[in-house]
């Protein structure tokens, strides 16, 4: 019996121009990319990029981290990258994203 999680693969992007290819191809926004990436790097951020590849697609994810005390803060400029990600459509259609087609809901 096949595991629905020996169908995904996931992977820290350690090149540049492979994630800013990626963002590009799924339509992702500025927001997304290595340079804004970078940006928050040099205030002090730490940034991990995640890409997910399933039977349904790809999946991008940047976490700007920024440390606290006892713990870390973080977030994603304008969410996950996903296949078709566009504001007002995309997989999940009008209904299933937040305002200003920030991404899907979680």
Do not use: C, N
């Amino acid at each position: 019996m096949e595991h629905r999680q020996d169908r995904f693969s996931r992977r820290h992007v350690v090149l540049r121009a492979r994630w800013d290819a990626a963002v590009r191809k799924l339509d992702g926004s500025v927001l997304q990319s290595w340079q804004w990436g970078e940006l928050y790097r040099h205030w002090g951020y730490r940034v991990e990029r995640i890409r997910v590849d399933g039977p349904d697609g790809t999946g991008l994810a940047q976490f700007l981290l920024w440390p606290q005390d006892p713990g870390t803060d973080g977030h994603m400029a304008r969410g996950p990258v996903l296949r078709g990600d566009r504001p007002g459509g995309g997989p999940a259609g009008p209904a299933g994203r937040r305002r200003g087609g920030a991404g899907p809901r979680a």
